[in-house]
């Protein structure tokens, strides 16, 4: 059983709809982040966040708003996405910020499909 | 630049045979660490291991074993005697520091995809 659960597993959603993933950790930890996995790609960084306050954003679009309401939960909002954001999103935690040598634990991704 | 090269993109082997993963990382720090992870199918990626880069001894956990080589950059894991279950993509990865500004950001290799038939 993972310490990471994420919600929805699957998602479909149409470009025009507004939708959210939701991440909660159950380990106690610090620090949370988003991750996007591709096909053909190497794992993406998104943000970080670190006491819920947000440490990094890798340079992503507008149309995707994460939110980080206390250290256990993450959400990412989607709106008015592309085909191309058709991807597994990965949300990981670690017990410290995200310092060098820390050990992040992944949740099990939300498989998203932009239409 | 820090980089992971894992140049492997897919391997295939039947049940009961062993495998090595290759994995080859770039660096300027003195200070790093290494990871692997296993993705199966369902998604979740798995924390296999971390090494810091002060311990080069190799360690063993069950069937798997991973051989840390400073002087030629690598990090290989073995898989002795593979099931059917350790059919999955495996991620090798370095911990990115900037001296005083160490990120703790992971770098991932591409991955490498093992088929284990039985």
């Known amino acids: 059983e993972t310490g990471v659960t994420q919600t929805p597993r699957h998602l479909v959603m149409g470009m025009t709809n507004k939708k959210s993933l939701k991440c909660e950790q159950h380990l106690g930890h610090n620090a949370m982040y988003w991750y996007k996995q591709s096909a053909k790609k190497p794992l993406e960084l998104m943000f970080v966040y670190n006491f819920k306050e947000q440490t990094e954003n890798n340079s992503v679009p507008s149309r995707f708003s994460p939110e980080c309401p206390n250290s256990s939960h993450l959400f990412l909002h989607l709106h008015t996405l592309q085909p191309e954001d058709s991807a597994l999103y990965l949300c990981a935690s670690s017990q410290e910020g995200p310092v060098s040598g820390n050990t992040i634990y992944f949740g099990e991704g939300s498989w998203l499909t932009v239409v | ?118």
């Not at chain 2, 291991?49 to 311990?55: G, P």
């Not at chain 2, 290989?76 to 005697?81: D, E, G, H, Q, R």
């Open chain 2, 1 to 118: 630049a820090q980089k992971v090269t894992q140049a492997q993109t897919e391997i295939s082997v039947v049940e009961k045979e062993d495998v090595t993963l290759d994995c080859v990382y770039e660096t300027r720090d003195t200070t790093y660490y290494l990871f692997w992870y296993k993705q199966p199918p369902s998604g979740e990626l798995v924390f296999l291991i971390r090494r810091n880069s002060f311990d080069e001894q190799n360690e063993i956990s069950g069937r798997y074993s991973w051989n840390f080589q400073k002087s030629t950059s690598s990090f290989n894991f073995t898989i002795t005697a593979s099931q059917v279950v350790d059919s999955a993509v495996y991620f090798c990865a370095l911990s990115e520091s900037h001296g005083s500004s160490n990120t703790g950001k992971l770098i991932f290799g591409q991955g490498t995809t093992l088929q284990v038939k039985p």
